[in-house]
């Protein structure tokens, strides 16, 4: 007959095998790696290929616009109101087809009168903005 000790049956086994967590983890790996570019929520589009190598711009084909916090428009310094400014532009686009109107406009100024003045050079057919902002203060 066989004798069981007490002694062997309160010993508690001390090693655990971490053999099928590691198996468990690497496939949850493996599919998550699989998975993740199929999550992502970002709209499918079909963006087109380059254009021309981005390249200095003559200061002779730039027009600064800019607009203050009271909704005032100045066109190289010279202050305009709307309708003048894009009849101005109108002007300048149809000598330099390429021109860039640069937009600065102030922090506070409201959307009411930054958005006319893209919506109208779009309408003339200026396609090349430039929108100046001011870099984060040094500290």
């Not at 084909?61 to 916090?69: A, M």
Request: aromatic letters at 6%; proline letters at 6%; hydrophobic letters at 40%.
């Amino acid at each position: 007959m066989r004798r069981f000790s007490q002694r062997n049956s309160l010993v508690t086994l001390s090693d655990i095998n971490i053999t099928p967590l590691l198996d468990l983890a690497f496939v949850l790996l493996i599919i998550f790696v699989i998975t993740a570019p199929l999550l992502d929520p970002s709209i499918d589009l079909r963006l087109p290929e380059g254009g021309r190598v981005a390249q200095r711009v003559d200061r002779n084909r730039i027009r600064t616009v800019e607009i203050d916090k009271q909704g005032r428009y100045r066109l190289n310094q010279q202050l305009l109101p709307l309708d003048q400014l894009a009849e101005a532009l109108a002007q300048a686009h149809r000598d330099e087809p390429d021109l860039v109107v640069r937009i600065r406009a102030d922090r506070e100024c409201l959307a009411q009168d930054f958005y006319p003045v893209v919506d109208r050079c779009t309408q003339i057919g200026i396609r090349n903005f430039s929108f100046s902002t001011q870099g984060p203060a040094r500290r």
